[in-house]
């Protein structure tokens, strides 16, 4: 009895541990994760991907904690901001094209939206897009790749490499400099975009010049230690990443394959990579672990953690000053590679 008592007493002081050690939301962010409660959307995991598509987004959060202030600024910097058709794997499919006020021909970075290879949109991820166009001094291609479960995988990998080579042929005709390529994306679209550069180099075509890769999809182990403290975070959590997988995998098996499970690719002769992590965020410990596999095989890679955010706090810079701090940094390391 002793024993069980005892064994029951160091379980429950673990649980507290735990407990203890799970990160919060600082002020600012609290506000959006509150406004995103707010509009009642509901579980991702327990929706159809379509229903899932139609759920409030934290971009709609921050819209409304916006909704006071003049938001006329949005077009202010830029040149032109069109919506255009460009070729994916199997046809064509949407982008839109960032061009900021300067002289061309200008860098161009290719941005990939996250949402799990399932949700999300160029629209959804437009905020990212427009801050690394104004701040890195870029035209930014921001891509609508095909979506799960309708396009499994690798239909999003494909498109991402499409859409890619169709920028290195076609920079000149928008004002971009094809020497000055680089490739970004948040979440699953981190993934795609650190994809992109390795399918780039083993394809022998025109390497990008840097990767921004922005609390990447970068392992199929759904075990870690941020994964154990962030299983219940907002925005996202453990059963939507378990949700995203199922919808985009033909099977589970497929969650080995290297693309998914980037942490055991070959990251040999890879551009200058950024890698932004969160520290509420399921996907916080392989974020980091993708640094040090890649440090490790000679890539020149920046590193930075941000505390007291979740995942998807990239794009919130009007209301979340460690945004605007990560922008600012992925900016900088940009410009750097140009």
Do not use: C
């Not at 409304?64 to 901001?81: H, P, T, V, W, Y």
């Not at 860098?107 to 939206?113: Q, R, S, T």
């Not at 693309?259 to 980091?288: C, H, S, V, Y």
């Amino acid at each position: 009895m002793k024993i069980l008592i005892a064994t029951m007493t160091l379980i429950s002081l673990a649980a507290v541990s735990v407990a203890a050690d799970a990160p919060k939301t600082n002020s600012e962010m609290k506000k959006v994760i509150t406004e995103l409660e707010k509009k009642g959307g509901k579980p991702i995991a327990e929706l159809t991907a379509e229903e899932a598509r139609q759920q409030p987004t934290p971009a709609d959060a921050v819209k409304s904690l916006m909704s006071k202030r003049d938001n006329k600024k949005s077009q202010e910097g830029f040149a032109k901001i069109e919506d255009r058709q460009i070729s994916g794997a199997q046809g064509q499919i949407p982008a839109r094209i960032y061009t900021p006020e300067g002289k061309t021909p200008m860098p161009v970075i290719v941005f990939y939206h996250g949402g799990g290879w399932v949700i999300g949109s160029k629209d959804v991820y437009d905020g990212s897009a427009r801050a690394i166009a104004k701040q890195a001094k870029a035209i930014v291609v921001s891509v609508d790749y095909r979506l799960a479960p309708e396009h499994k995988f690798p239909a999003a990998h494909e498109d991402s490499f499409a859409a890619y080579k169709w920028v290195v042929d076609n920079a000149k005709s928008f004002g971009g400099n094809p020497d000055k390529i680089a490739v970004a994306g948040e979440s699953a679209g981190g993934n795609l975009a650190l994809n992109v550069a390795i399918m780039a180099r083993d394809g022998k075509i025109k390497m990008p010049v840097h990767a921004l890769v922005v609390y990447p999809v970068a392992s199929s182990a759904m075990n870690t230690e941020s994964y154990e403290i962030n299983k219940d975070a907002k925005p996202l959590n453990k059963p939507m990443m378990s949700w995203f997988m199922k919808n985009y995998l033909n099977t589970m098996d497929e969650a080995k394959d290297t693309r998914i499970n980037l942490i055991a690719a070959n990251f040999k002769g890879l551009p200058e990579t950024t890698i932004i992590t969160a520290q509420i965020d399921p996907l916080q410990t392989e974020g980091k672990e993708l640094a040090d596999r890649m440090k490790e095989q000679g890539v020149k890679v920046n590193f930075k953690n941000y505390n007291g955010v979740t995942h998807e706090f990239f794009g919130m810079a009007a209301v979340v000053d460690e945004a605007a701090a990560a922008q600012k940094f992925a900016a900088s390391e940009l410009k750097q590679s140009f």
